[in-house]
């Protein structure tokens, strides 16, 4: 008798005629589950060390849980209850519903790049750089993929094979492997550090200038600061040193504070106040919209970004098109609270208060409502917390890490932090809608970490 283990695994066609598996043709196709059902297959054969074979149904579950598992890391929209209103890893600005009715208009066919009034070819782009210059008062615009890529750009285009001369304390490091020297390197530009980390003079740049300068960078420091014996040199004054040497200053703001007073953030119109030749800015920081990288400023070197072969290779999608024309257009009317970013910034501890109240008072027990802080974050205002009021969830007897693990898999997922072995829901960045599905999730989450907790047996 022939009791090799092998011969009762059951085969492929079964395994593929199994009702589970074949519904998931459907939606991954033919290929794609044969593929995995092979491995699967494979994978138990391998396995078999005089173990029983595994049956069709445990071979089916495994097909559908490696098919889940390729698509567990598509997006999906969350709940952000940290009240990290830029989280870069939550995609920073959430969008307003104008930006998103763009993008649904967009969507199709649109005139990214057609003349309506023509019937001839249009230029992508020129409408949200006709927005730019009306809202900053600059002679130029144009608009990239992202203010990386519009740095890139603007040193590969003005730079290339020159010297750029940048504070030692402005050689910042922005999440997501973003480095001022890198960037140069890539650009193809020899980078000039001057002065110190604390402190840089006005004389370190003169000094620094040779024939073999092609610009001067000023960087924003975004997400830190330096505090005590420190100096730099005002915008105006390098704006000045470069005009005497003839050549360009460009000035990376980072967060796109278009105007207007926020903790210590820069503001474009200032930087083009004190004359800087190109500011350059984020889409997706303070200004509220989608990731793009802005340039405004004169229109002889925004003419020059423009026509560089990396500029078409940076350029940006017609969904983020349409998402900036109707961020910039809500920046023009002035209606900032249409800002899902703006709207979260201001709110204050008073308004928070009563919806963090209700939701303290619908989880009962293990929540309390108390004072603390949230974060501007996406490397905005560095060190400055913005006053909020927090609920605190006592996750005991379960663990903290348990009840976040639960939130992250509700639907949709809920994600919060924690903090001394609480699990801390700030509502800043939770738009009110979402206040009550939010206490559900929350209520079924604290159900759910207790349930799964090892069960205790009690011998007395
Ligand atoms: C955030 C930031 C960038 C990078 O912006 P992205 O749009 O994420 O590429 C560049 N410079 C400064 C100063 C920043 O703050």
Not at 18 to 38: C, E, K, L, Q
Not at 94 to 100: D, E, G, T
Not at 270 to 293: H, M, N, T, Y
Request: hydrophobic share 45%.
């Amino acid at each position: 008798m022939n009791t090799d283990p092998r011969r009762a695994l059951p085969k492929m066609d079964a395994l593929l005629a199994h009702p589970d598996v074949s519904a998931r043709r459907r939606t991954w196709g033919h290929d794609a589950v044969a593929d995995t059902a092979r491995k699967v297959l494979a994978n138990a054969r391998s396995n078999l060390k005089g173990d029983p074979a595994p049956s069709l149904d445990q071979l089916a579950a495994n097909v559908s849980k490696e098919l889940d598992g390729l698509a567990a890391g598509r997006l999906r929209g969350v709940i952000n209850a940290t009240g990290v209103v830029l989280h870069t890893n939550l995609g920073r600005a959430p969008l307003s519903r104008a930006a998103r009715e763009a993008i649904e208009a967009a969507a199709g066919y649109s005139t990214v790049e057609f003349d309506l009034r023509t019937g001839g070819r249009g230029k992508r782009g020129t409408a949200v750089n006709a927005l730019l210059r009306t809202l900053t008062g600059a002679p130029a615009g144009l608009v990239v993929n992202n203010a990386a890529a519009a740095l890139m750009l603007t040193l590969g285009a003005l730079a290339r094979g020159g010297e750029v001369v940048v504070s030692r304390g402005e050689l910042v490091e922005i999440g997501g492997e973003f480095r001022i020297p890198a960037i140069m390197q890539a650009a193809g530009v020899d980078l000039v550090e001057v002065g110190t980390t604390n402190r840089t003079h006005l004389s370190d740049y003169a000094n620094a200038i040779t024939d073999r300068t092609a610009l001067l960078l000023v960087v924003h420091t975004s997400n830190y600061r330096i505090e005590g014996f420190t100096a730099r040199p005002g915008l105006d004054a390098l704006v000045r040193l470069a005009r005497e040497h003839s050549i360009p200053l460009v000035h990376d703001v980072g967060s796109g504070l278009v105007s207007g007073a926020l903790g210590d953030e820069p503001t474009v119109l200032e930087s083009l106040r004190e004359d800087a030749d190109l500011v350059i800015f984020s889409g997706d920081k303070l200004l509220g919209g989608p990731q793009a990288g802005l340039v405004v400023g004169r229109a002889e070197l925004v003419g020059r970004l423009a026509r560089h072969p990396i500029a078409r290779a940076v350029r940006i999608d017609k969904l983020t098109l349409a998402a900036l024309e109707a961020t910039l257009m809500t920046h023009l009317a002035g209606t900032l609270d249409d800002l899902p970013v703006w709207r979260a910034l201001r709110l204050t501890p008073e308004e928070i208060r009563p919806r963090a109240e209700s939701l303290a008072q619908r989880l009962g027990g293990p929540a309390i409502v108390r004072e603390g802080t949230s974060m501007a974050g996406g490397g905005s205002l560095p060190g400055e917390g913005l006053p909020s009021i927090l609920v605190e969830i006592d996750p005991r007897p379960a663990r903290e890490k348990t009840l976040l693990e639960r939130l992250r898999a509700a639907e949709p997922p809920v994600i919060a932090r924690m903090e001394k072995g609480r699990v801390i829901v700030d509502l800043r960045t939770v738009p009110v809608e979402q206040d009550e599905e939010l206490s559900r999730i929350i209520q079924n989450a604290l159900k759910e970490s207790l349930e799964s907790l090892p069960e205790k047996r009690d011998k007395c």
